[in-house]
């Protein structure tokens, strides 16, 4: 899949506060249903990783589930 624009996922933990909370949520939430590039490197989405979490270019309900699957978990289940 090819998105011809600059419209990219960006990172789950949209603030940076290694969290997933509501601002994250709201995030994801205004970008549900559209397509997004996920050609970024992974090295700049932090801990919490990308918000198009299987890859697929698009953000749906798969990829919210995950962010509910990590919602309020300190650094979103990883180790540090
Ligand atoms: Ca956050
Ligand atoms: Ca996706």
């Given at each position: 899949m090819?998105?011809?624009n600059d419209s990219f996922c960006g990172p789950?933990?949209?603030n940076s506060d290694s969290i997933i909370s509501l601002v994250d949520l709201?995030?994801?939430?205004?970008?549900?249903k559209q397509a997004c590039n996920t050609l970024e490197d992974d090295s700049t989405f932090g801990i919490c990783g990308r918000k198009d979490t299987n890859n697929d270019g698009k953000i749906s309900?798969?990829?919210?589930v995950y962010l509910l699957s990590k919602y309020k978990i300190a650094n979103c289940g990883e180790t540090v």
């Amino acid at each position: 899949m090819i998105v011809d624009n600059d419209s990219f996922c960006g990172p789950l933990d949209t603030n940076s506060d290694s969290i997933i909370s509501l601002v994250d949520l709201t995030s994801m939430l205004s970008i549900y249903k559209q397509a997004c590039n996920t050609l970024e490197d992974d090295s700049t989405f932090g801990i919490c990783g990308r918000k198009d979490t299987n890859n697929d270019g698009k953000i749906s309900l798969v990829d919210i589930v995950y962010l509910l699957s990590k919602y309020k978990i300190a650094n979103c289940g990883e180790t540090v």
